[in-house]
């Protein structure tokens, strides 16, 4: 009989938020009449930008037109969409990126998972804990990891505590490891990263040879002007790291689907001959193979957040869900709740009240006030004893919210 891949068999129960759905689902067909506030997963809730509804109902239009169909796109993405990208989210930061380093896909967690494909067996890899999921479970997967443990890691992968003593970024092991993933703003915690933190990561990275795959879906939710949005405003990273980008949570594509890739060319790795490769070749070969790229129709899209009125619209969601932050902050903060993150990340790090684990705490907020959070320690035994809420959602349901929190 043929085989599975058995490494999925090492994974442990489901991906937390189905399994959070899951549970949502049978309190849901239990309490019919309960009018739930969803402030689990990080789905957008706003519309799609105006700009961007107008440019892909032209991208229709013109698909519809002997001249103006599009077949096959560049796998890489168009060159256009790639420019804009290039010009405004690298350029204008002093960023050496070009934009034929940037490759467009349908979203970050597919490329952060993908990733793995052109990067070899035997990696030491490093993740902070609490983590956003994928990381790991991408890598037990892949067949990276050994087997879980009774703490919920797994074995093989070196786990970086991440805390409110050391401001929940990762510190520098003492040891070398190849692969790092860094995500700033930090899902789940919504804590940032200085420059001379990051740098001291590039640092790291160039002594050890080691690749640091840097997640930067949450930057445009950056408030403070002085932290850098890109790992790339750090000198030296372009040849020690990979990011990751996407247009889901600013530009409100969670659904549309559109993200992108940053490969610089000058980044290279070992194969197993000692020669050095780049990765850009490797991946550009991968995404040749695997990827037909993203549609034109949405690529028109993501073109247009960076338009004068695209990216007026896109402040203005983006500010709207800092509002929301702000406002769960200050009000979880008023009844003398703990609580971190959200002044420049639209997620809310909550440390659960003495006595009650995260799952206590979902139960609690749930049952109590019909509310769903995500609990900490869905995302490592290190969120233990934590609990998140999105930021992503109406004014009136994260003040109502709020005012069923502090009634409970
Ligand atoms: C989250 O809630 O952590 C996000 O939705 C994750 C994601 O963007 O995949």
Redesign the pocket.
């Known amino acids: 009989m043929f085989k599975i891949n058995s490494s999925y068999l090492k994974l442990k129960a489901g991906y937390l938020?189905p399994e959070i759905s899951r549970r949502v689902n049978n309190f849901s067909k239990e309490n019919q009449n309960a009018n739930l506030i969803r402030l689990g997963?990080?789905?957008v809730t706003k519309p799609l930008p105006e700009a961007c509804c107008k440019a892909m109902k032209l991208a229709i239009e013109e698909m519809a037109t002997e001249s103006g169909f599009h077949g096959y796109g560049p796998e890489q993405g168009y060159s256009w969409l790639r420019e804009v990208i290039a010009q405004f989210d690298y350029q204008s930061r002093s960023c050496d990126i070009s934009p034929d380093e940037i490759f467009v896909s349908d979203g970050s967690?597919c490329d952060s998972s993908n990733i793995l494909e052109i990067l070899g067996e035997g990696n030491r890899i490093a993740v902070t804990d609490p983590v956003?999921p994928?990381y790991v479970d991408s890598n037990v997967m892949a067949g990276r990891t050994g087997p879980v443990e009774s703490s919920g890691r797994y074995k093989g992968l070196k786990y970086i505590p991440i805390n409110a003593e050391n401001d929940f970024v990762a510190q520098i092991p003492s040891e070398p490891v190849d692969l790092i993933y860094l995500c700033f703003p930090n899902?789940?915690t919504g804590a940032v990263a200085t420059a001379e933190q990051l740098s001291a990561w590039v640092d790291y990275a160039k002594t050890n040879k080691s690749l640091i795959l840097f997640d930067a879906?949450y930057e445009a939710f950056i408030q403070d002007p002085k932290l850098p949005h890109s790992i790339y405003e750090i000198d030296g990273a372009r040849d020690c790291a990979i990011e990751f980008r996407s247009f889901?949570k600013n530009a409100g594509f969670t659904g549309t689907r559109c993200a992108f890739t940053v490969i610089p060319k000058s980044l290279k790795g070992k194969a197993p001959n000692e020669e050095n490769i780049d990765l850009w070749s490797l991946w550009n070969r991968r995404q040749s193979t695997k990827f037909n790229g993203v549609s034109y129709i949405v690529q028109r899209g993501a073109e247009s957040v960076y338009s004068s009125e695209g990216q007026s619209q896109v402040s203005k969601l983006v500010s709207f869900y800092m509002e929301n932050a702000g406002i769960i902050k200050t009000q979880l903060e008023q009844m003398k709740l703990t609580v971190y993150g959200g002044e420049n990340a639209p997620y809310v790090w909550i440390q659960t009240p003495e006595g009650i684990d995260s799952w206590g705490f979902f139960d609690h907020l749930l049952n109590k006030a019909n509310i769903v959070g995500?609990p900490g320690s869905g995302f490592g035994a290190a969120g233990e004893g934590y609990f998140r809420l999105?930021a992503f959602n109406s004014r009136e349901n994260v003040k109502e919210a709020m005012r069923r929190i502090s009634c409970i």
């Open positions: 938020f997963i990080g789905d967690k956003y994928v899902n789940p879906a889901s995500t999105s």
